[in-house]
């Protein structure tokens, strides 16, 4: 668009040639005095700084400037107030006394003490000391299906406070919906769909409540025969196993005779390593029951010799009656009323009264048998401490794939932590590992001590429940701490004898050796896996050093590792 005179173009030209474009910089002057309008009378003085710096600042005196042009005076609105003047500064007398033990310090303008108090004083808040930790046990429930495994456990959850009252009410809601109403306090740990649908624990189960002395990770193992590979695993973390028996008739004889889940799970438990038992006699309420002593009297009495006979001492096995369904003598103690005849301590008191299971880890390597992995902004796994101590930011290596990992984040009852110890169960977050790297079995171990990989040893085995006999050839599936593998008998290289405790021997003192061996034996056998494990000496680590071995949805034998790979060609006479 064009101009509408070409002059006004020569007069702008003018105009900013008059500029002045050596004139000095702007600087603010924090202590000129504050700007009041003419008609609003004498301007404050400014305030003096009594700090050790300058005092008096003077005026800045305008710039005097022949080039510039003049301007008209703008036209001023009239205020009807005037702007607040600050008030004098109040000069402190260097030349006052010290007094005499104190320090003299230096003193404050009025201006600055009204800045300070107008100003938000910052504290920080400080952490609180951290409660030494409770003690860490990790219980299973175990036994025949139907026994009332998660009812227990989700009244046990509901009793300590870890699931409220209107969670509760909303599954009995739902429950009853689908002609469900006595299955509502197991929703609490059976939480998909296919488990509330048939009222089967298909996966273990995980919950965590505490008690004035302890902290617990509750492991909810499933009952049926088509799911005890679930419940090896569950079993490997655990410290203490709840055996559930249903007092009802009929319910007990199935659990117990041969080939009912009762059996195979005591088994299995003390395979795992678990030393104390405790058995809870469930559905003491039971109408066909009704608390009557000789129904607990009977079952105590079939109980107690099996076992013994599997290895546990009197000392180690604890019966009590409960009601998981009412939540008797879970809590608070039976009303004497209801069952005169037991005065013992009620489950959590009982499990509150346990001995620690900690050990003394100090010098010792870092194990850990992974149970399970999953992806949430990261790798993730899980499992038991089953030696040594992990903290934050510390390096592992994960076997048998010999990559080395970093520990970002320790988990404890879904808790942040620092470190966890041994026997801890606990997930860790992994750096420099996909979550397809890794598989349950794998072990981190620490960056100078790896546990051993190998895919022979020798083995000392139980055999358990048989159809047939046992000969090199012979293939089964070996769970061992969270592994899984199918394995083949190479050679039966010794037979136990159970009167003397040492291998058999012949007349010229050499071992000898079965063609085979049939149900109730004890022998000695190299196995050869299918793949390389990670695997230890029993005797070293315990934990990585038994397992169990199945055939057909059976459990056919019990184990634990004496030697691996290339040390097999000497057999202990221990």
Not at 183 to 201: C, F, I, P, V
Not at 355 to 361: E, N, T, Y
Request: charged residues 30%; hydrophobic residues 35%.
């Amino acid at each position: 668009m064009e101009p509408d005179s070409w002059e006004e173009i020569e007069n702008a030209e003018n105009r900013m040639s008059n500029l002045n474009i050596n004139a000095a910089s702007f600087v603010p002057n924090a202590f000129a005095p504050a700007f009041v309008p003419r008609f609003g009378g004498s301007p404050a003085p400014a305030p003096t700084q009594t700090n050790g710096f300058q005092e008096g600042i003077p005026k800045a005196e305008p710039v005097n400037d022949s080039n510039f042009a003049e301007h008209k005076e703008a036209k001023i609105i009239s205020m009807d107030e005037e702007s607040p003047k600050l008030p004098e500064p109040e000069e402190s007398s260097m030349d006052e006394p010290e007094v005499e033990g104190e320090p003299m310090e230096p003193t404050e303008s009025a201006s600055e003490a009204a800045a300070m108090e107008a100003c938000p004083v910052i504290v920080k808040k400080q952490s609180k000391p951290k409660a030494k930790r409770k003690d860490n046990v990790n219980i299973v429930f175990i036994g025949h299906v139907d026994a009332g495994k998660s009812t227990i456990g989700g009244h046990i959850l509901y009793l300590t406070g870890q699931v409220d009252k209107r969670t509760l009410e909303k599954y009995e809601k739902e429950a009853k919906e689908m002609n469900r109403e006595s299955w509502y306090l197991s929703w609490a740990l059976d939480t998909n769909d296919e488990e509330r649908d048939k009222g089967k624990t298909v996966e273990v189960g995980r919950g965590y409540f505490e008690t004035d002395k302890k902290r617990f990770t509750l492991l909810d193992a499933p009952g049926h025969k088509c799911f005890v590979s679930n419940m090896i695993g569950g079993a490997a973390q655990a410290d203490v196993g709840i055996l559930v028996i249903s007092a009802r008739k009929g319910e007990f004889e199935t659990g117990f005779d041969r080939g009912g889940q009762t059996r195979e799970h005591a088994l299995l438990i003390k395979t795992a390593g678990v030393k104390h038992l405790i058995i809870l006699i469930n559905k003491m309420d039971d109408p066909s029951v009704g608390w009557d002593k000789n129904r607990y009297d009977e079952i105590v009495n079939r109980l107690g010799p099996f076992l013994k006979q599997n290895g546990f001492r009197p000392s180690d096995i604890k019966f009590m009656p409960a009601s998981g369904l009412t939540g008797a003598n879970l809590k608070e103690k039976i009303d004497p009323a209801v069952c005169p005849w037991y005065d013992g301590l009620p489950f959590l008191s009982y499990l509150d009264s346990l001995p620690s299971f900690k050990q003394d880890q100090t010098g010792k390597p870092f194990r850990m048998s992974i149970v399970e992995k999953y992806r949430d902004m990261g790798t993730f796994v899980m499992g038991k401490v089953i030696s040594g101590i992990i903290a934050k930011n510390e390096n592992l290596t994960i076997m048998p794939n010999k990559t080395t990992v970093q520990v970002t984040d320790v988990l404890i009852d879904d808790e942040d932590s620092e470190m966890a110890d041994c026997g801890d169960n606990v997930k860790l977050k992994l750096k420099n590992i996909e979550e397809e790297d890794v598989s349950a079995g794998m072990v981190l171990c620490s960056l100078d001590n790896h546990c051993k990989i190998a895919d022979r040893f020798l083995a000392k085995i139980q055999l358990v429940e048989l159809r047939n006999i046992i000969a090199p050839g012979f293939n089964c599936i070996m769970h061992i701490h969270n592994a899984v593998v199918e394995v083949s008998f190479q050679e039966l290289v010794g037979l136990f004898d159970k009167k003397t405790g040492k291998r058999m021997i012949d007349k010229e003192g050499k071992a000898v050796k079965p063609r085979c061996a049939k149900e109730r034996d004890v022998v000695f056998a190299k196995l050869q896996c299918s793949s390389a494990i990670c695997i230890e000496s029993f005797d070293q680590f315990p934990q990585m050093g038994r397992f169990t071995l199945r055939d057909e949805g059976k459990t056919i034998a019990v184990g634990m590792v004496l030697k691996a790979s290339d040390q097999l060609f000497t057999v202990s006479n221990n």
